[in-house]
């Protein structure tokens, strides 16, 4: 054997002892150990659960916008998610951008130590853990690595633009006007936007972004469709999850009565 076939060995077992490959995956992204690790993926298709679930799906697939309000539970935040994935493994979109505010708890994901992934991932976390079990952990990872799958921190969205893209602008009730405004400024040729969020469920003081999007939409001739899962009976999370939203909303309307 050469010396030069040896090094290569060498290295090759090298990157393999640290967990890399060489070689590319599904979608030109690393094969890594910790993808063998996590084979199983739920791979089941999506069925709606009703008839708002079965428009809404229809909406994503036949518009370039999409606005999704109502109830928590409704699965606003798990559709698109799964659609996402779909169309990243069947390669029709080069990649998904998740935009989720920090409002609420922290004004900043910036105060969180690590990379810039490590501090979004704990907000991004409602969507990729629908993606994680949709594609697999180590798929994910890799996919994030490689730039597939960003989650974007809003004060950088100025001067983006997003061409073939899947965007899902989750909790947009705690987006703020100026926000909001940017961010579906930034959609480009061929790419889809699904914008959620419950305004009920607000943590923002002021005039929510949301609000906003939905108002100055009548204005305009924009492709897109609005979804509201309008009642707790869409609610599909579990039977206590519908019990706690119908006891706060009765509760809500006592005190404002």
């Known amino acids: 054997m050469s010396r030069r076939n040896r090094k290569d060995r060498r290295n090759a077992r090298r990157n393999r002892d640290a ?3 060489s070689m590319k995956g599904r979608n030109n992204t690393r094969n ?6 996590y084979e ?9 659960l009703n008839q708002v679930q079965s428009e809404y799906i229809n909406a994503i697939y036949e518009r370039p916008v999409v606005i999704c309000t109502g ?15 779909d169309l990243l493994l069947s390669k029709q ?13 922290a004004k900043s994901v910036g105060f969180f130590k690590g990379t810039k992934e490590e501090k ?16 697999g952990h180590g798929a994910v990872k890799a996919m994030i690595e490689d730039g597939k799958i960003e989650m974007l921190a809003l004060e950088q969205v100025k001067g983006r633009s997003w061409d073939n893209k899947f965007i899902i602008v989750d909790e947009a009730e705690d987006l703020d006007a100026d926000t909001a405004k940017s961010l579906v400024g930034r959609q480009g040729v061929n790419s889809t936007m699904v914008i959620t969020g419950d305004i009920n469920q607000k943590d923002l003081k002021a005039y929510s972004g949301l609000e906003l999007l939905l108002e100055v939409a009548k204005f305009g001739d ?7 899962f309008d009642s707790w009976d869409y609610c599909v999370r579990s ?10 909303e009765a509760y809500e309307e006592s005190k404002n009565g």
Do not use: N, Y
Not at 40 to 48: A, K
Not at 72 to 81: E, V, Y
């Open 71 to 85: 109830v928590w539970g409704s699965a606003k935040t798990f559709i698109p998610s799964v659609i996402a994935c």
């Open 239 to 248: 039977d206590e999850a519908k019990a706690w939203g119908m006891a706060f």
């Open 40 to 48: 199983t993926r739920d791979t089941s298709p999506l069925v709606p």
């Open 93 to 105: 979109i080069d990649g998904v951008v998740i935009a989720r505010p920090a409002e609420g708890k």
């Open 120 to 135: 979004l991932e704990g907000w991004a976390a409602p969507i990729l853990d629908t993606f994680k079990k949709r594609l």
């Open 32 to 37: 890594t150990r910790e993808q063998k690790t």
């Open 19 to 21: 967990g890399e490959f």
């Open 222 to 228: 924009v492709d897109m469709d609005i979804i509201d």
